[in-house]
T-cell receptor, first 113, second 114 residues
Framework: DAKTTQPPSMDCAEGRAANLPCNHS???????VYWYRQIHSQGPQYIIH???NNETNEMASLIITEDRKSSTLILPHATLRDTAVYYC??????????????FGKGTLLTVNP | DSGVTQTPKHLITATGQRVTLRCSPR?????VYWYQQSLDQGLQFLIQ???????AKGNILERFSAQQFPDLHSELNLSSLELGDSALYFC?????????????FGPGTRLTVL
């Protein structure tokens, strides 16, 4: 799996957009960018994934640069409940036999009132 | 609620003992994954099963074993427990195959070895 680089921590004011960056300069053509988050000691929660187009769902938006070497997860209106560690992971979506997720240290996002 | 269930929530045991952690995947998911999260190692992949067969192995110790049953639930067996095995153990499931591999995690089992 390609490696990712994320800032260790970020702060955001409640109600504002939280923009979480991720660098994945060695990403391969068949690898997707996945985002998960983990609220304190709970199981990681899937947020969103994308290949090269920008993606949006009810939780977040994912912006992937044209060269696919970096991406940004956007939480449009952060709430206190969004305080969590956010993990950016790159891996193939399907095909092959090993679908494990390789978690790095992630970014601790703290949403402040 | 991800739809993945794990039992028990908490487990306290002594060194040298053996325990079994249980996971029920989301309805229809064929793949089950086990992860370990300790303070010093972070979240680490242990093993994956797909429709009853072992598919991939990660950093799983020889003292640990797993299996997936015909009803697709899975068990992780940890034996000869050591203090360092104290961790959160998560199970995840995904549809597998062409159904995509977004993984959905259970709430975890917190294992404390005294």
């Amino acid at each position: 799996d390609a490696k990712t680089t994320q800032p260790p921590s970020m702060d955001c004011a409640e109600g504002r957009a939280a923009n979480l960056p991720c660098n994945h300069s060695t990403i391969s053509g068949n690898e997707y960018v996945y985002w998960y988050r983990q609220i304190h000691s709970q199981g990681p929660q899937y947020i969103i994934h994308g290949l090269k187009n920008n993606e949006t769902n009810e939780m977040a938006s994912l912006i992937i640069t044209e060269d696919r070497k970096s991406s940004t997860l956007i939480l449009p209106h952060a709430t206190l409940r969004d305080t969590a560690v956010y993990y950016c992971i790159v891996r193939p979506r399907s095909g092959g036999s090993n679908y494990k997720l390789t978690f790095g240290k992630g970014t601790l996002l703290t949403v402040n009132p | 609620d991800s739809g993945v269930t794990q039992t028990p929530k908490h487990l306290i045991t002594a060194t040298g003992q053996r325990v079994t952690l249980r996971c029920s995947p989301r309805s229809g998911d064929l793949s089950v994954y086990w992860y370990q999260q300790s303070l010093d190692q972070g979240l680490q992949f242990l093993i994956q099963y797909y429709n009853g067969e072992e598919r991939a192995k990660g950093n799983i110790l020889e003292r640990f074993s797993a299996q997936q049953f015909p009803d697709l639930h899975s068990e992780l067996n940890l034996s000869s427990l050591e203090l360092g095995d104290s961790a959160l153990y998560f199970c995840a499931s995904s549809p597998g195959g062409s159904g995509g591999n977004e993984q959905f995690f259970g709430p975890g089992t917190r294992l404390t070895v005294l």
